[in-house]
């Protein structure tokens, strides 16, 4: 019906529209991140806006989700939505995975770890928008291994030693029980402690015993990539290897309509080949021989989105 539609300059005869996007749709969702002040005037209507800035806006002032981050620090611990890879240029790193990154990246920061287990995971590159990389590609890990990367915590009770069944973050904020350590006690403990009633308004939760600690490990759910004007994204949209879509919110427009925009969205079945394959194999890949979209999302991606397994919400 609408014919070829184009993408940065190249003509892809198999791709299948499937929505017709408004552009005030686009415009009202724009809209009410602006209306909070620290927003105000970024030039998101017409620049392409920081996604970092943008996905902070969307989740914590338009949607009041939590932050998905604790990251502690100098025993410290701040909340986020993403984490910026920040690691030392090494020429001997040609082609770096994800996990490379991450675990380099926690060893410049020494004294870095997460609080607990991320249900959501962004990370940004390292990389500065369109005009800098660091790396000509990146490979993205199917799975990250965190283990290494949680803050240590005592699993007995504060009190009496016996294992620990509950946790409060309350208690630890309170200045009539903090000592500087989150408060993990055992279920009688946990009962005579929040019989006070100075404490009624703490919310214990309970702790996922069941957890094996030593196999926190990450799924890759999404890469968000950019080249030149606009930002695409690859998904994973099920359990299998070869389960990957292209998607361009903005590859063309019907007509001459101003703001109409064609969204495309593209199997790509083939990502999970490269993916798939060992450091040896990946290594011998040939960039200048792989297809156009494989390309893409080696040479351009700015972001992975990855989901604790508990979390996920595919099936299989």
């Known amino acids: 019906m609408l014919g070829n539609i184009l993408q940065d300059g190249e003509f892809y005869d198999n791709a299948t529209p499937l929505v017709k996007v408004d552009a005030g749709d686009i415009l009202a969702v724009s809209s009410s991140v602006q209306r ?8 998101s209507r017409l620049d392409e806006e920081d996604p970092e800035e943008f996905l902070s806006a969307l989740l914590h002032e338009v949607l009041a989700v ?5 990251i502690r620090c100098n025993n410290k611990t701040q909340e986020s939505n993403s984490y910026q890879i920040i690691v030392e240029r090494d020429g001997t790193l040609k082609v770096p995975n ?5 675990d380099r990246s926690f060893r410049f920061y020494e004294d870095l770890t997460f609080d607990q287990v991320p ?3 962004i990370l940004q590159m390292p990389r500065f928008g369109k005009k800098f990389k660091m790396f000509p590609y990146i490979r993205p890990s199917l799975e990250l291994d965190i283990n290494h990367m949680l803050h240590k915590r005592s699993t007995v009770c504060c009190l009496c030693l016996s294992p620990a069944e509950y946790e409060c973050t309350y208690c630890l904020a309170d200045p009539l ?5 989150v408060r993990q006690f055992c279920q009688l403990c946990e009962k005579q402690v929040h019989s006070n009633n100075q404490l009624k308004d703490h919310k214990p939760t309970k702790l ?4 094996n600690a030593s196999n926190q490990k ?8 950019i080249r030149t004007s606009h930002f695409v994204s690859f998904v994973k949209y099920g359990p299998g290897k070869n389960s990957w879509v292209f998607f361009d919110s903005m590859a063309g427009r019907i007509g001459t309509e101003i703001g109409t925009n064609v969204p495309v969205v593209r199997t790509c079945p083939q990502l999970g080949d490269y993916l798939s394959m060992s450091e040896e194999e990946f290594s011998a890949v040939d960039f200048t021989k792989m297809d156009a979209l494989s390309k893409r999302f080696f040479s351009d991606i700015y972001m992975c989105i990855y989901q604790c397994p508990d979390h996920s919400m595919q099936s299989g």
């Open 66 to 70: 939590e932050p998905l981050l604790k």
């Open 98 to 102: 994800v996990q490379t990154l991450m």
């Open 218 to 225: 990450l799924e890759l759910l999404a890469v968000l990539c």
């Open 177 to 181: 029980t903090t000592d500087g350590n």
């Open 208 to 211: 996922n015993t069941q957890t």
């Open 36 to 43: 909070y002040p620290q927003y105000r005037g970024s030039g």
């Open 119 to 121: 249900r959501c995971l």
